[in-house]
């Protein structure tokens, strides 16, 4: 079956910092790739995707790439802020069922 | 403001009550979902609904009942739950087809059971 593993947290940064997020997903076929964000006491925001190998997602100087040889899906971001922290969650979607998601990373950005 | 209305956001029950959380999407998709968060445990998919039929349901017990009379409207019917059941439910939409697979979401419910 689909599965998908990503850093556990809490992670913590200074603001400004590089951050990156791990994330390796196991699929069979070709799945769609996505990063949502949940900030408190809200929903689940899509924040990027990518549908086939070497495609790259990016949204708010987020980035993410679909690398096939290594099934991962690592999000990045150059310069973090306050307002990033949050929880983020790699899902992968594989055919005609829902979404199958890691345990979500939680990312606590300091002043 | 992603489209999709999930009532009430919050739920406090008893184990011997029935209760029913709603889902209602604006976006006009074809295709709905529930999905349970609870603490250190990855999202799990409960129910989807395609085209207003189930088409899949991963082992839920009973004591949860999903019901989708439409495209835009979906419930999940709680009686006798038990304290585990405590989470976070998630409604989702997307609309099913070629490309086009993103899931918007709901807020949740916070539900907990006594």
């Known amino acids: 079956g689909n599965s998908v593993t990503q850093m556990e947290g809490p992670v913590t940064l200074s603001e400004e910092a590089f951050l990156t997020i791990n994330c390796t997903y196991t699929?069979?076929?070709?799945?769609?790739l996505f990063w949502y964000v949940q900030y408190p006491g809200e929903g689940l925001q899509l924040l990027l995707k990518a549908t086939k190998a070497d495609d790259k997602g990016s949204n708010k100087g987020f980035e993410a790439t679909y690398r096939k040889e290594t099934t991962s899906f690592h999000l990045e971001k150059g310069s973090v802020q306050v307002s990033d922290s949050a929880v983020y969650f790699c899902?992968?979607?594989?055919?005609?069922?829902?979404?199958?998601f890691g345990k979500g990373t939680h990312l606590i950005i300091q002043p | 403001e992603t489209g999709v209305t999930q009532t009430p956001r919050h739920l406090v029950m008893g184990m011997t009550n029935k209760k029913s959380l709603k889902c209602e999407q604006h976006l006009g998709h074809n295709a709905m979902y529930w999905y349970k968060q609870s603490a250190k445990k990855p999202l799990e998919l409960m129910f989807v609904?395609?085209?207003?039929?189930?088409?899949e349901n991963n082992s839920v017990p009973s004591r949860f009942s999903p019901e989708c009379p439409n495209s835009s409207h979906l419930f999940l019917h709680l009686h006798t739950l038990q304290p585990e059941d405590s989470a976070l439910y998630l409604c989702a939409s997307s609309q099913e087809g070629r490309g086009k697979n993103i899931q918007y979401f709901g807020a949740g419910t916070r539900l907990s059971v006594l």
């Open positions: 899902a992968l979607k594989g055919g005609a069922d829902g979404l199958t």
């Open positions: 609904y395609s085209l207003e039929e189930r088409v």
């Open positions: 699929a069979t076929g070709y799945p769609s």
